[in-house]
């Protein structure tokens, strides 16, 4: 093709892509896809600017705006950043930033890259007169009757030092909680979930009714400032930034201030790190020059100021190709299928396989054997297929089949009325539900068997060493030295572990038997019960048996008093019981020497009936610790907050639940209110 055809067909395609992405919220590709495109063009078009025309999509990013808000024109334009891709693309912006100014170490304000959408929003006399959006960085929409409706935006500045006339700028973003409670809402009422947060905030923006937006769990951060009229600002950015923070407009409070670009890689790293627990999401950072003299003195080209630039991460989402669904089987025979993908570079790793969750999901996603999709992998979470590029389908797709019969073990598959899941019926006679039962019999939270990894397992059931969990314990040196991976030391500290790991809690081992639905708090709340409280003359062997007997001749009513368990669960836990094979096992590892110390006399639960949200960054307190010090107090802990909830405890950064808790009259506590209530209930125990 020759280069002018080339540079055609890419403003084609660029164009196209804009549209689905600025005019219908709809995007078909992955971000990272489109600045590729982009850069392609941008590179053709330096080597032949020849060829440049005004209306070629480097000189005029974004498209119309849609029909049915008003037209607003920017006075100062909005701008677009440009985008470094790593440290040396950075250096060169800091190389040509000091070159041009002449000095030897720049001042930078770091601030996050927010993904959402920009917004700009005039304030006259300090009262909220005109939101609008981006558009095309020229002019955009009027929205604000939608802008109104975002509680983090201030009607009315606080204070008399501002502006006669103020125009903020900023992003407008939907934190993950909210997104997913939006999608959850969305799929339930039929409609179709938005890809991710950025599309939500965007589409939740632009609609036409406010009272839709209201209900959009939005929110707002302001970077900067455009026009100016009748009033002064401070001459750094940053400073800027802090006094928009006083006239009450949300800033985002890890701003800094570097040195150099050294303080911007560290700065960078340090975000990298705090991204994934963020509340939502980012997509780099941005370096912005301090000094106004200075960004006054680079000043602009095109698109973008002389006096910034944006680091990117590297991408969470990428386009690749589907080669083939598998089914897995898991532990609960659960049948879950897999996508396997071209090998994709995504969120800083190489992903070949994608979960697709259900049959149903595969289904709404419309996934074929064959098609070109979206990979999203973030921070730790399991890479999932976010959607198809259905104009990319080729004739030969083929549409996903779930088998009638288990792929391991060929037993029946069932699927239950009102369950997503389809399960193999082959229980423990099936080998993949096999091997898992083992690898979370072996887990850290349960057993705790180090050194007993899933490729052990793996092996030992394949060689038929290993049939049932209690056949762990009859492995010895012999055995186990010489497998695979497997020398003298390890087989050593194996059989070591082994033997530690029959002293446990009832809690852990009725946890690790893996019954379905009985989690550790499940676990928990049995052990509590059904410990031994009359032990008296019994043998540690004979009193555990004593454990399990009562536990397993419990009656579903019985069950269903104990806090936590539903009929549903303890149905779940009759079953296990009923089951000869079980009793077996359990009988097998007790002969072996498993073993649990006397339970106390069932402990008092002070927050019994309580439910706690909790909401924000904890300082003194991990998460999870938080969490598992409640939940011992036989308090709830739950991720959303009603008018039920006993509390919010509220830490650094709280999201939309601060304010929904404070809606809804429900009492708020401090890290250091939360902490002085925990020590005080745990007396009690
Ligand atoms: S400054 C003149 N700062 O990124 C500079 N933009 O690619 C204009 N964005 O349209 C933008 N976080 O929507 C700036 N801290 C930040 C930002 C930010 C996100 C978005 C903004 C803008 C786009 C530029």
Redesign the pocket.
């Known amino acids: 093709m020759n280069v002018e055809k080339h540079v055609e067909a890419l403003r084609e395609q660029i164009r196209y892509h804009n549209y689905r992405y600025y005019v219908l919220d709809d995007p078909q590709i992955p971000d990272a896809e489109y600045d590729r495109l982009l850069r392609e063009l941008q590179e053709l078009e330096e080597e032949h600017p020849e060829l440049i025309t005004p209306a070629s999509p480097t000189q005029r990013v974004g498209d119309k705006p849609l029909d049915g808000f008003a037209e607003v024109h920017h006075e100062i334009p909005?701008?677009?950043?440009d985008n470094a891709f790593d440290d040396e693309e950075l250096a060169e912006f800091d190389r040509r930033v000091r070159e041009r100014l002449e000095i030897d170490v720049v001042e930078y304000a770091a601030?996050?890259?927010?993904d959402g959408?920009?917004i700009s929003l005039l304030y006259e006399n300090g009262i909220l007169r005109r939101g609008a959006t981006?558009g095309d960085g020229s002019s955009g929409e009027d929205v604000t009757q939608n802008v109104r409706t975002i509680q983090s935006i201030p009607l009315h500045l606080i204070g008399t030092d501002f502006p006669e006339r103020l125009e903020v700028r900023g992003?407008v973003i939907m934190p993950h909680e909210g997104f997913r409670l939006l999608n959850e809402r969305q799929v339930a009422e039929g409609n179709k979930p938005f890809v991710n947060p950025r599309n939500a905030a965007a589409g939740s923006l632009r609609q036409l009714d406010p009272k839709v937006t209201a209900q959009r769990p939005l929110e707002m951060f302001c970077?900067?400032v455009g026009l100016v009229e009748n009033g002064e600002l401070p001459d750094r950015h940053s400073a800027i930034l802090e006094r928009l923070r006083d006239w009450g407009l949300r800033v985002y409070r890890g701003i800094a201030t570097v040195r150099g670009l050294n303080g911007c890689i560290d700065y960078y790293k340090r975000m990298q790190q705090a991204r994934d627990a963020l509340p939502f999401d980012i997509d780099g950072v941005?370096f912005k020059v301090d000094r106004i003299d200075q960004q006054q003195a680079l000043g602009f080209v095109a698109r973008?100021?002389r006096w910034?630039i944006?680091r990117k991460f590297p991408a969470q989402e990428e386009l690749t190709t589907v080669l083939d669904i598998d089914v897995q089987v898991g532990r609960t025979g659960a049948l879950t299928p897999v996508a396997r993908l071209e090998p994709v570079f995504v969120g800083g790793v190489t992903v070949t396989n994608a979960t697709l969750h259900n049959e149903d999901e595969i289904r709404r996603k419309d996934v074929h054997i064959g098609d070109t999709v979206i990979v999203r992998r973030a921070g730790d979470v399991i890479p999932e297929v976010v959607s198809v590029v259905k104009e990319r389908r080729p004739k030969d797709a083929r549409p996903f089949v779930m088998p009638s019969r288990c792929p391991v073990c060929g037993s029946d598959i069932e699927r239950m009325e009102g369950e997503a899941v389809a399960r193999c019926t082959g229980g423990l006679f099936c080998e993949a539900q096999r091997k898992e039962a083992i690898k979370h019999f072996a887990s850290r939270r349960a057993m705790d068997i180090e050194g007993l990894g899933d490729k052990l397992v793996e092996q030992l059931v394949d060689e038929g060493l290993v049939n049932d969990v209690a056949d762990l314990y009859h492995l010895d040196i012999e055995t186990l030295y010489g497998l695979e991976r497997m020398g003298i030391k390890s087989t050593e500290n194996l059989v070591a572990a082994l033997e530690a790991s029959k002293q446990t809690t009832l809690e852990r081992f009725l946890f690790a038997l893996g019954i379905r639905e009985v989690g550790e708090v499940t676990a928990r709340a049995l052990a509590r019960t059904f410990g031994a409280s009359s032990a008296k003359g019994l043998s540690d062997h004979d009193r555990a048996q004593a454990d399990i007997d009562r536990l397993a001749k419990a009656t579903q009513e019985e069950l269903e008093a104990i806090p936590d368990i539903g009929p549903v669960v303890a149905g779940h836990i009759a079953h296990f019981f009923g089951q000869a094979h079980n009793r077996d096992v359990i009988k097998k590892l007790l002969d072996a020497g498993v073993t649990w110390p006397l339970q106390e006399a069932a402990a008092a639960q002070p927050l019994q009936g309580k439910t706690y949200v909790l909401t924000g960054t904890l300082e003194k307190l991990k998460r999870n610790d938080a969490k598992a010090r409640l939940q011992a107090l036989g308090a709830k802990v739950a991720s959303s907050v009603s008018a039920k909830t006993s509390a919010v405890i509220a830490g650094k950064k709280p999201g939309s639940k601060l304010a929904k808790a404070k809606r809804l009259n429900v009492p708020v506590l401090s890290e250091k209110e939360f902490i002085k209530l925990l020590e005080q209930e745990e007396q009690k125990i």
């Open positions: 909005m701008l677009s950043l601030e996050p890259k927010l959408l920009a981006r992003e970077y900067g941005v973008a100021p910034a944006a």
